[in-house]
């Protein structure tokens, strides 16, 4: 007889999934906004401030770039903390600084927005926004047969050296862009773009209803338009679906604002986003140390 105590026709059974707020593989990632209540910061001593900037900055652990990253549980002081924390300070009224959180633990995550918020400056800080989410890989990168299926149909033969290399380069990069997309460093530049995105489920014009075909050649083209801004533009896609109001998000790091703008605007044309996507608010974000984002705010003095 056929014991059907531990597995089923979908897979394995409960019993032997483990219990975890861990995923298999890559990060949590938060995105958190916070404006300052300019009244309540006035009521401080200057005493005060002082005392309450110094452990906001320790919050964070050592500083190891001038645009906002910093140390988190590889630093044997900060076991507690997250594994990639960065800061900015957000252009325009939307907030006034932003915080962007990734870790294995989700708990490590909500620890520090927690602390920030008990922190001497708790009182003063208001939360206007945030976004949860997981790193993944897409299901529109290409194994490598389907890269190697491409080059075919574009004409290369299979015996060709152009097509042997070509393969033979893809499949070396790979495991290092997977990496990336779930376990990302955050680049030494200076601005950063996020924003929230759904795919559109409005008749005729339904993303999830199209077939897988037609849905990885229009993903196909977008990713062509961003590797046209290769060395100037990085990003990370993450998802919330099952976690947010929005199904992903989407985080731009540049080394001039300008190509902030001119990678989101070149991509509009193209039909994943001309037809189907609808973007929430845009967050612009100057990336810099703790005491740099709280001289820039002006709640201490140079």
Known sequence: MTDHSKHSKYGPTTQEIPISLEPTDGFHCSHFFYSWDRGLLQELSEHERKEAADEFCGLFGPVNNDHGGVAGAGDSRFQDWPTRTQLGLVAGAKADF?????????????????????????????????????????????????????????????????????????EERLPSMNKHRLCPTFPDWPVSCFYPMNKRRDPGANWFALPYSARNEMMAEHARSGIQFMGKVTQLITVGVGLEDWEWGVTLWAKNPMYLKEIVYQMRFDQASALFAEFGPFYTSYLMSPSDVLRRCRIVQD
Do not use: N, W
Request: glycine share 4%; proline share 8%.
């Open 98 to 170: 932003s915080l962007m959180v990734l870790d294995k633990d989700p708990l490590r995550i909500e620890d520090l927005h927690q602390s920030i918020l008990a922190s001497q400056f708790g009182p003063c800080l208001v939360p206007v926004d945030s976004f949860v989410s997981m790193s993944e890989i897409s299901e529109y990168v290409p194994t490598v047969q389907q890269f190697a299926d491409k080059l075919q149909r574009e004409g290369l033969a299979p015996d060709s050296p152009e097509f042997k290399a070509r393969v033979r380069g893809y």
